[in-house]
């Protein structure tokens, strides 16, 4: 039950979440959609969202989904988006995912993961999707921040990291945790994937030098060299000739036999493959939240994550912590677990207690709150 408020239209911008092949913050904002689409606030939400193939939200009597075509992100979010936003009168704009309409004269709320891309640049990337991401966040976001009422970021580490890099008044700012489904849950899921059925170590690792792939293949196959077990490694999509250098270069061959990649992982088959999995590697060098985290504890899988950013705020006092530069490091919990029963058991138990702290349920209610604070 909501307190009587006067009622609000809402502007929520949500331009990726109909493109089949959905990443982090596409999610973040669907599920907090879906989430308010249930809860009786009063209030009306305008979804803005680019056309796909995967149309993942309906209207209902409290949400309508807006489709605006444009042929690139940044004309959809700097020209159609804030056209649209008047001509549908919403009298507040949640943008979403870092970036905002400089020319907008709707009062803004931004959500900012992070502010990586005013962080120093890896000069090894060479993605140009990630590349020319980096650069229109640097060019907008400097820009947009002076002219949002509230500034909404998903962990206490990030939200003192904005306040001190960007000299931002903390009244400005609001922290608000993210959730996960819940049918991230301990299951006998069966995976479409062809994978070994369990036992095997599973790490979303990709090109992004923020996700710590060169070190975390370093450390598997330092396991391999010390354990009797060798479980597999399973990895999302991951470009091949990035693979090759990454081997050839630290002269690991002897990870190749026991990889298995099957390309892009649909959020659907996650909880299979978490449930399947002897532990999770989340073993990033820099992290803002880190909902996969969240997930595989949510399925009592142990995880392995870093000591630095968002993750120990996020995994809890209890979680296995470790200095993600140390491949040796690394290696040496994957042993533990493995060999550690006792060990084992107790942090499939940690993961479970921590993860119910956290739901997208509370995330809608505390974004509902946000909205009718701004004056």
């Given amino acids: 039950m909501f307190n009587v408020q006067r009622s609000m239209k809402i502007g929520i911008e949500a331009q990726r979440i109909f493109r089949k ?35 993942c939200v309906e209207d209902s009597a409290n949400v309508h989904v807006i489709e605006l075509k444009c042929p690139s992100y940044p004309l959809w979010e700097q020209w159609a988006l804030p056209r649209a936003a008047k001509k549908y009168g919403v009298e507040l704009l949640h943008c979403t995912s870092n970036t905002a309409p400089i020319w907008c004269n709707i009062p803004l709320v931004l959500t900012l993961h992070d502010i990586i891309f005013l962080e120093p640049r890896d000069k090894q990337n060479k993605s140009l999707y990630q590349n020319m991401g980096w650069l229109y966040r640097r060019l907008v976001v400097p820009r947009i921040l002076p002219k949002c009422l509230r500034i909404i970021t998903v962990s206490n580490f990030e939200k003192n990291n904005i306040i001190h890099k960007l000299n931002i008044a903390e009244e400005r700012m609001a922290m608000i945790y993210n959730g996960y489904n819940d049918w991230f849950k301990p299951n006998d899921y069966r995976s479409t994937f062809n994978v070994q059925r369990s036992s095997y170590f599973f790490f979303l690792g990709n090109t992004d030098p923020k996700k710590n792939t060169e070190r975390t293949l370093v450390a598997y196959s330092k396991y391999l060299e010390q354990s009797a077990v060798k479980r597999p490694l399973l990895m999302a999509d991951l470009d091949a000739s990035y693979l090759n250098d990454i081997i050839e270069r630290n002269h690991i061959e002897n990870i190749r036999e026991h990889l298995s990649m099957p390309g892009y992982i649909p959020n659907s088959e996650l909880p299979a493959i978490y449930n399947n999995a002897f532990a999770f590697l989340y073993t990033s060098l820099r992290e803002s939240f880190g909902i996969p985290l969240l997930e595989a504890m949510a399925c009592g899988t142990p995880v392995i994550t870093s000591n630095t950013s968002s993750m120990p705020e996020i995994g809890g006092p209890d979680a296995i912590l470790v200095n993600p530069e140390s491949s040796d490091e690394i290696a040496q919990m994957m042993l533990r677990l493995e060999t550690d029963e006792a060990f084992y058991q107790q942090q499939k138990q940690v993961g479970l207690e921590r993860a119910q702290l956290f739901s997208w349920r509370k995330t809608a209610e505390q974004l509902h709150q946000l909205y009718h604070s701004i004056k």
Avoid at 22 to 35: A, F, N, P, R, S
Avoid at 38 to 48: C, H, I, P, S
């Fill in 21 to 55: 092949n959905k990443h982090g913050m596409d999610y973040v904002v669907l599920q907090e959609i879906k989430e308010l689409q249930q809860m009786n606030t009063g209030d009306e939400y305008y979804v803005f969202v680019k056309p796909g193939e995967d149309r």
